[in-house]
Structure formats: structure tokens, C-alpha cells
């Protein structure tokens, strides 16, 4: 099922149980599968639509825009104005929050959660089970490992705080099970080791281990970018 101003390129691949909602493009050689729900409205949209008494799948607003050569796995939603580029991979299941941008050429593993108002830059792989919060920026060549968590409410539910997700700078690597705390600035080239928690900047070409981390040399045969 898809939306009236939806625009699909005639070598996209669509599953017949995938749902598009929203003034949406899926450009050329395109793979969607069972179960994906894309341009998902957000609950401000919904309430309109409800007001109007206009099907969701009629009503116009900003879909979802997706370049050539994507492959989008069964069970993933991607809400309303998300704007990815071309040959994104994504795993089963993945949810991507609306205002989100995505770049070229991006891994997106099962599981992952991006809760929206975030930027993604090009060449970057996110794997299975990564939490990415609202109000998160992430550079090119970037490398989150499996169950990394990134944070932005600095006293949940206790205290007013600005909502400001973790900033990743180009070619920075994220070990497995590592905890981000908000705002926290991880520099060009740094790396964060497996089961870390990061509660201050970590400057470029550095290394981050521990609980709490440490900030320490970064070896140098790791001094190198990223080979995503």
C-alpha cells in the first residue's frame, strides 16, 4: 500500500505487504521487503489526518526520501521527513525516527533505534542493537559497535536539561557495549573501547577505556582510518 504522491523508480523491488505513507521517492534499484512500514506519520500528522477524517495513506506530508540502491529488511519502520542517500543496508527491524538525515553508503544493523532529529554522515556502520537518541550528530567513517548506547538527558526525569545527544567526529570508532554520555564529543579519530563509559570529551586520535574511561594514548599501529 503506498501514498497517492508517492514516486517509485519502475526497478524498485517493493514487497506487497511494505506500506509508504507521505509524499515519498524510492529511487532506482530499490529492495524492500515484508512488513516495512516508510514515511511513518509522526502523532502531530496522525492528529491532523484524524481531524480531517483523511486516510493516512491519502493525507500529504513529508514522506521519506531514499536514493538508488537500497536494501531495507523486513520489520523496519522509517518515519516521516527522513532523507537517506544512496546504498543504505539496513538489518530487520530497525526504526528511524523522523528529521533525520542519512548519508551515502550507510550499514544500519538489526535492532538499531534512531530516535530522530539526528544527522548521519556517509560511510558509516551502525551495528546490531545501537541506541542513537534525538539530537545526535555523526560524522563520515564512523564505526559503532554491537549494544553501544548513546545518551542525551543528563538527569532523566528530574531535572529540565536541553536534550543534546553525543557528537562522533569523523573516523571515530565505538567499541561493543560502550555507554555515551550526553553531549560528550568524541574526536577525529578516536576510539572507544568495548564496555566503556564515556562521561567527558575525548580528543582527536585518543583512546577512551574503562568505567568510568580513562583517557590514554591511542596505540599506534590503531592511529588509522577507518576502513568501512
Known amino acids: 500500500m503506498k501514498n497517492i504522491n508517492t514516486e517509485l523508480y519502475p526497478d524498485c523491488r517493493i514487497n506487497d505487504t511494505v506500506t509508504i505513507y507521505g509524499t515519498s521517492s524510492i529511487s532506482s534499484n530499490c529492495t524492500v521487503l515484508?512488513?516495512?512500514?516508510?514515511?511513518?506519520?509522526?502523532?502531530?500528522?496522525?492528529?491532523?489526518?484524524?481531524?480531517?477524517?483523511i486516510?493516512?495513506?491519502?493525507?500529504?506530508?513529508?514522506?521519506?526520501?531514499?536514493g538508488n540502491n537500497?536494501?531495507?529488511?523486513?520489520?523496519?519502520?522509517?518515519?516521516?521527513?527522513?532523507?537517506?542517500?544512496?546504498n543504505l543496508r539496513t538489518g530487520h527491524n530497525i526504526l528511524v525516527r523522523e528529521n533525520t538525515t542519512i548519508g551515502d553508503n550507510v550499514l544500519i544493523g538489526t535492532n538499531v533505534v534512531i530516535?530522530?532529529?539526528?544527522?548521519?554522515?556517509?560511510?558509516?556502520?551502525?551495528?546490531s542493537n545501537v541506541y542513537i537518541p534525538t539530537n545526535t550528530h555523526i560524522e563520515d567513517n564512523v564505526f559503532i559497535g554491537p549494544c553501544a548506547v548513546l545518551t542525551n538527558d543528563k538527569y532523566p526525569i528530574r531535572k529540565e536539561y536541553e536534550l543534546k545527544g553525543p557528537i562522533l567526529k569523523a573516523g571515530v570508532s565505538i567499541g561493543a557495549n560502550s555507554t555515551i554520555l550526553p553531549g560528550v564529543e568524541i574526536g577525529e579519530g578516536a576510539m572507544v573501547a568495548a564496555g566503556a563509559?564515556?562521561?567527558?570529551?575525548?580528543?582527536?586520535?585518543?583512546?577512551?577505556?574503562?568505567?568510568?574511561?580513562s583517557?590514554?594514548?591511542?596505540?599506534?599501529?590503531l592511529r588509522t582510518k577507518n576502513m568501512i
Open 34 to 53: 515484508e512488513n516495512v512500514f516508510l514515511g511513518y506519520p509522526s502523532g502531530n500528522i496522525i492528529d491532523e489526518a484524524s481531524k480531517l477524517d
Open 55 to 66: 486516510p493516512l495513506t491519502e493525507y500529504e506530508f513529508p514522506g521519506i526520501t531514499i
Open 70 to 86: 537500497a536494501i531495507v529488511r523486513s520489520g523496519s519502520i522509517i518515519y516521516t521527513d527522513v532523507t537517506i542517500g544512496n
Open 115 to 127: 530516535d530522530g532529529n539526528t544527522t548521519i554522515g556517509n560511510n558509516v556502520s551502525i551495528q
Open 197 to 213: 563509559l564515556v562521561t567527558k570529551d575525548v580528543p582527536p586520535w585518543k583512546l577512551a577505556l574503562g568505567f568510568p574511561a
Open 215 to 221: 583517557i590514554v594514548e591511542l596505540p599506534v599501529e
